[in-house]
């Protein structure tokens, strides 16, 4: 059985950055959560693949996590974009969502049962249905979310807020979904919709945890070269919920304290890192835990004073 | 005697953000950076003022630090800016350069033979003029810069890095001096560059610190209300030198070590903060040793894990 299951998109990406291009890459919010999850623990994926998708990476797939959730039907979905000189936005040159549109998450039998979920970057009403879908008793829940949903679904995005435990959004969304330029403001107003736990990333400027216990803030692991930073924020969420889906199974039980949280921070934050330096899950899938406990210690000596 | 010298601009701001208005209030780098340091030592300023300055700010102002060097002739330097809702960056709308153009700072005697040298923004070619009079044989000189002399005197600005040992710049100006996106790329060009010490300020997301030690990471101070950060910068740069001259001071030899920049760093992102929350040095002149050490205590929470 999982320790935690990973719901959310699976695509190939075409990405150009300053640095070179990928072409028809595995991507996908799903794809980059449950990799970099399975770093730590043991993960159910849900999702959907076209019957186009190429079998060997599909078996690949399979041999790094449980892929019973993942259904195949139609297209899959794509996404080109480019990042300019500044790496800091990807501009979508063309999205074709495919089998996405229609798909709707559905559970396996032995997924439900786990209390750890990860709702990644997905249309919010899909990810209210595998709410829906949750039948462990006691739960920890993560949701991701996206400007496009923020603008065009926020009520949806907000009924979220009052299912989960735990929010990660990225600066933009943040103020883009309180309205308000300042990240403290924007942190405190999540937290008041509901989750026990929000997560503001700022990319190269690290991420800042909100709770009753006060805030966390960790600068951004300090990378020379960025090369294609497509996936670290699903990498980040996905390393964070591995991280603490962990620590439960070595606990048994299930309180999921603000310490913990810090350190699974620190520890998503040096996984993100590895994302961040290659093509689409190149570095990330090459990634073992002692380089990430590595830069885990980097981030010690980055903050001490 | 002063224990720290600054050197740098005192001017009229007429400052408009969406919290309201200010006109001709004092500001100037070297207005901010001295006030902010002498809450930590006694301090030397070295600037000019008109004739048409208000004879009381005039005497408030050297009932706080020296003004001996404080020369007055001229019409006062006057700047009109204005900042938007996001609060990122002033929009200059007037500039009256005044009797900054022709100035050229002089240090009185007993101003000469200070170790502890503060050269806030002002055109390079003048700090390399106060670099030349600075008599002390053992000395810790620290220069901030601005986007507009990285543009229009860059070989200046490169001449005053050879001479001096901490550098204080902003993320914007770090980029366009090196050309790169990359701020770790950029501190790292500015340390062999000359300086010891380089601190890259990122505004609401904190600052980096690069050294032969390593790096150094703090994040913004969680502010909710940034009523105008106008002269956070010079604050910042002038507490973090007021620290050490006082460490100096206490300890009395000039070994700066990195640790103890460290420690500079986040008391200066304390003062930095009070400077932000008020309009003009409102907030920043009422701030007790106290108020900043409960800061210093806020930044130790922040980044513990």
Chains 1, 2 share one sequence.
Do not use: C
């Amino acid at each position: 059985m999982p320790d935690l299951i990973v719901t959310g998109s699976v695509g190939l990406d075409t990405v150009t950055t300053p640095f070179g291009k990928r072409a028809e890459q595995i991507g996908g919010s799903a794809t980059y959560a449950a990799l970099a999850a399975s770093k730590f623990a043991r993960v159910g994926m849900v999702s959907i693949v076209g019957v186009d998708f190429n079998a060997d990476t599909l078996s690949w797939l399979a041999s790094q996590v449980d892929t019973e959730g993942v259904e195949i039907s139609g297209k899959t979905l794509r996404w080109t974009a480019k990042y300019e000189y500044t790496m800091e936005e990807a501009e979508t040159l063309d999205t074709k969502l495919n089998n996405i549109v229609d798909y709707v998450p559905e559970l396996p039998e032995h997924f439900a049962s786990v209390p750890f979920h990860l709702l990644a970057n997905l249309d919010p009403d899909k990810q209210l249905k595998v709410i829906e879908q949750i039948k462990s008793p006691q739960h920890f829940i993560a949701a991701d979310t996206m400007n496009f949903w923020i603008a065009n679904k926020k009520d949806s995005v907000i009924k979220v807020l009052k299912h989960i435990n735990l929010l990660v959004l990225n600066e933009g969304e943040a103020r883009q979904l309180f309205a308000t330029p300042n990240l403290i403001k924007a942190g405190h107003a999540a937290l008041s919709l509901g989750p026990e736990f929000v997560i503001i990333k700022k990319g190269e400027h690290g991420a800042l945890l909100f709770s009753n216990r006060g805030l966390f803030s960790i600068g951004g692991y300090p990378l020379e070269t960025v090369t294609d930073p497509t996936g670290a924020g699903d990498s980040f969420a996905g390393a964070l919920m591995g991280f603490l889906a962990n620590q439960y199974q070595e606990a048994a039980n299930l309180s999921i304290n603000e310490p913990m949280v810090r350190k699974g921070l620190v520890t998503a934050s040096a996984v993100a890192s590895f994302t961040a330096e290659g093509f689409g899950p190149e570095i990330l899938t090459k990634a073992t835990i002692n380089d990430i406990k590595e830069r885990y210690d980097v981030f010690k000596q980055l903050h001490q004073f």
